[in-house]
């Protein structure tokens, strides 16, 4: 079956970086658009980031120019790397393999369960 498993999130202050990391498997992973979303607390999903089969990608406005996603279809694993960390970055964020490239949650078939980031102000 088809598990993705999240990791890499913590502690960071405001400002700081982190990059979290998604391994897929179960599937052939370089054939599915990947994405990145996360939800804060009381707040909707929304996506942040995804990147297709042939390297396009989407960003949200919000992260434009600090976080960059990226794959290694070799080790079946996606990366979101997150700079200049503001406050309201702070959520669970999840990763999704989907059909085709969006930042809309309702074509992505497969989601992980989350890794927690939070940014201290």
């Known amino acids: 079956q088809v598990q993705v498993v999240e990791s890499g999130g913590g502690l960071v202050q405001a400002g700081g970086s982190l990059t979290l990391s998604c391994t897929a498997s179960g599937l052939t992973f370089s054939t599915y658009c990947m994405g990145w979303f996360r939800q804060a607390p009381g707040k909707e999903r929304e996506g942040v980031a995804a990147i297709d089969s042939d390297a396009s990608v989407w960003y949200a406005d919000t992260v434009k120019g600090r976080f960059t996603i990226s794959r290694d279809n070799a080790k079946n694993t996606l990366y979101l790397q997150m700079n200049s960390l503001k406050a309201e970055d702070t959520g669970m964020y999840y990763c999704?393999?989907?059909?085709?490239?969006?930042?809309?949650?309702?074509?992505?078939?497969?989601w992980g369960r989350g890794t927690e980031v939070t940014v201290s102000s």
């Open positions: 999704a393999a989907g059909r085709y490239g969006s930042l809309g949650s309702s074509v992505y078939d497969y």
